[in-house]
């Protein structure tokens, strides 16, 4: 009797523990599988003064409708409105790894090239995209505005004098 109630136990045992290591694997498939499906983002716009010498660096935050609930990369490049690639900035592409529980991203180093030349604001916009996210109500190009601070062109003529 001894022998079959030791058997019964040790059996019991190795039921629970390999209950256990099923239900551990499917937490980790669970734990795996999560994304970011339920959460958008969001692409701020940003207005820059133009300068006259150099460039200027400017950052671009994007936000999340929530803490993200798995690691993700984002992408990014930035394409022309009225401002002209290499004359007003500086074409850029790459990407970004946010960590899991993060609110906002920030790319940082857009380049807006600088110049003396009166002209009106011009326009550009860095588009954004992410694996996962829910794309239908998110915002995914921020507009950079460059904001012209040259003088315009003027003319004068001043009054004809001469010898009759």
Do not use: W
């Amino acid at each position: 009797m001894d022998v079959l109630r030791y058997f019964l136990i040790h059996f019991a045992t190795l039921l629970f523990l390999v209950g256990c290591l099923e239900n551990s694997s499917s937490i980790k498939e669970q734990e795996s599988e999560k994304n970011n499906s339920e959460i958008s983002l969001q692409v701020q716009d940003v207005s820059v003064v133009e300068g006259n010498v150099g460039s200027k660096l400017v950052d671009v935050k994007v936000t999340f409708s929530g803490p993200l609930v798995a690691s993700t990369t984002l992408f990014y490049t930035s394409y022309s409105d009225s401002a002209s690639s290499l004359q007003d900035f500086t074409p850029t592409f790459g990407s970004l790894e946010v960590a899991m529980g993060e609110t906002e991203a920030l790319i940082k180093g857009i380049e807006v090239l600088s110049e003396g030349n009166y002209e009106n604001d011009e326009k550009f916009f860095l588009q954004v995209t992410g694996r996962d996210f829910d794309m239908s109500i998110s915002k995914t190009s921020g507009l950079i505005e460059i904001q012209n601070d040259d003088s315009p062109p003027s003319l004068s003529i001043a009054d004809a004098t001469g010898n009759e």
